[in-house]
């Protein structure tokens, strides 16, 4: 089946600095997507991209859509400790299914 | 206050039991979906349904069953053919229609079988 490799897995930073993780894909997306879950909770979207090469941004967060179509980028810049979580891709397949990828898990040491 | 509701939030079940999880949204909400998640896996689709008395199975269907017999309520029953049940459950709503219908989530609910 489909899949989405999501990388880092995981990311031990300080307050203040800058994140960055993505997500490719063998497949074409239609959609991507990101979300951040907390601890013990549901996934939250975060920003939401529809168009190859698009450039979308959320307060401090930035995402974008590879021109490709197989990949997307999040950047968190001046990292706060309320900014911890997982956060995962999510590409919207041809058939309206969403596939999600493995996750990074983001600590920030204050 | 609109949203989707699941309960219970930790569940325990002896090996070999049936166990159904709760699911309701007042979101108005066509759509419903039930994901499993593992430690430092991504989301798995279990069944989505689309419309009341209709669903289909998702990537991971065995060993669970579902019902949509009302718009608001999709319990998911985890059977005793499941190998591997124990894991957190989310499930999801959204519109349907357009291109994209952005998903919502619910808490969870945490199922260990013992």
């Known amino acids: 089946g489909q899949q989405l490799n999501q990388s880092p897995q995981s990311m031990f930073i300080q307050e203040g600095e800058d994140v960055s993780m993505n997500c490719t894909s063998s497949?074409?997306?239609?959609?991507w997507l990101w979300y951040k879950q907390d601890p013990g909770e549901g996934p939250v979207l975060l920003i939401a991209?529809?168009?190859?090469?698009e450039l979308t941004s959320n307060g401090r967060l930035t995402a974008q859509f590879g021109i490709t179509r197989k990949d997307s980028f999040l950047n968190i810049s001046a990292s706060i400790p309320s900014d911890v979580g997982i956060y995962f891709c999510?590409?919207?397949?041809?058939?309206?299914?969403?596939?999600f990828g493995q996750g990074t898990e983001l600590s920030v040491k204050p | 206050d609109g949203g989707i509701t699941q309960s219970p939030k930790y569940l325990f079940r002896k090996e070999g039991q049936n166990v159904t999880l709760s699911c309701e949204q007042n979101?108005?909400?066509?759509?419903m979906y039930w994901y499993r998640q593992d430690p430092g896996q991504g989301l798995r689709l279990i069944y989505y349904?689309?419309?009341?008395?209709?669903?289909q199975k998702g990537d991971i269907a065995e060993g669970y069953s579902v019902s949509r017999e009302k718009k608001e309520s999709f319990p998911l029953t985890v059977t005793s053919a499941q190998k591997n049940p124990t894991a957190f459950y989310l499930c999801?709503?959204?519109?349907?229609?357009?291109?994209?219908?952005?998903?919502?989530f619910g808490p969870g609910t945490r199922l260990t079988v013992l």
């Open positions: 999510a590409g919207l397949d041809q058939g309206g299914k969403l596939i």
């Open positions: 999801a709503s959204s519109t349907t229609g357009d291109d994209y219908n952005e998903q919502f």
């Open positions: 349904s689309q419309i009341v008395n209709d669903f």
């Open positions: 979101l108005n909400h066509d759509a």
């Open positions: 991209l529809y168009k190859a090469g």
């Open positions: 497949s074409i997306f239609n959609t």
